[in-house]
C-alpha cells in the first residue's frame, strides 16, 4: 500500500506528544495506519464513526470530559462535518482539532476525490476556521503542538490538513 507508514508514525507521535488520547475516524485510504495504531494502543481511544459529523459530537464530550481529542478525516469528511462544526464547536467554543487528509489536488488519480479538494480551503476560510498545510514530515510534531495550543486556548475547531507529499510514497 503507497500511504507512508513513516510518515504515518509521524502524526501519530505527534497527536500524542500533544496530549491526544481520543481519536474519531471513519476508514479512509491514506488514514489506514493511524487508524490501525490508535486501534492497538491501549493508552489511546479510537471511535469509529458512521458519519464524520459524529466526531464533533465525540470531541466535544472528550472535552467535557477533560481528554483531547482529534478527528480524523478527509475532504468529503470535513465538508460532511460542517453542521456539526458550526453547531456545537463554533456556537458553544468547544476546541476542536481536526486532522484532514487533503484529497483532490495535484498529483490525484481518483477523479471522485477532486471536488473535495476545490472547496475545503474556501470552505475553511468561510468559517474563520484557523488552518496548516503539513507536507513534510518535519512539520508534523510542531504543526501538531501549534494547532492543538490554538484550539485550546481559543476554544475553536482548528484543522491540519495532511497533503499528498506526506501521506503517499509513489510506488515506482
Not at 29 to 38: D, E, P, Q, S
Not at 53 to 66: Q, Y
Not at 105 to 133: N, S
Request: glycine content about 10%; cysteine-free.
Amino acid at each position: 500500500m503507497p500511504v507512508s507508514l513513516a510518515n504515518s508514525k509521524v502524526v501519530y507521535d505527534a497527536l500524542k506528544g500533544a496530549g491526544v488520547r481520543l481519536v474519531s475516524a471513519l476508514p479512509e485510504t491514506w488514514l489506514v495506519h493511524l487508524v490501525r495504531m490508535a486501534d492497538e494502543d491501549a493508552e489511546m481511544i479510537l471511535v469509529r464513526l458512521a458519519k464524520e459529523e459524529e466526531g464533533v459530537g465525540i470531541s466535544a464530550g472528550a472535552h467535557f470530559g477533560g481528554v483531547r481529542s482529534a478527528m480524523l478525516m478527509q475532504n468529503h469528511g470535513f465538508l460532511q462535518s460542517v453542521n456539526g462544526i458550526v453547531g456545537v464547536s463554533l456556537l458553544y467554543k468547544v476546541p476542536l482539532l481536526m486532522l484532514v487528509t487533503d484529497r483532490g489536488g495535484f498529483g490525484e488519480r481518483d477523479p471522485w476525490q477532486t471536488e473535495g479538494g476545490k472547496y475545503t480551503r474556501p470552505v475553511l476560510d468561510a468559517l474563520h476556521i484557523a488552518h496548516e498545510d503539513l507536507t513534510r514530515p518535519e512539520q508534523v510534531a510542531p504543526g501538531v503542538d501549534k494547532a492543538m495550543a490554538l484550539a485550546q486556548s481559543s476554544l475553536s475547531p482548528v484543522a491540519l490538513l495532511l497533503g499528498r507529499d506526506l501521506m503517499w510514497e509513489e510506488v515506482a
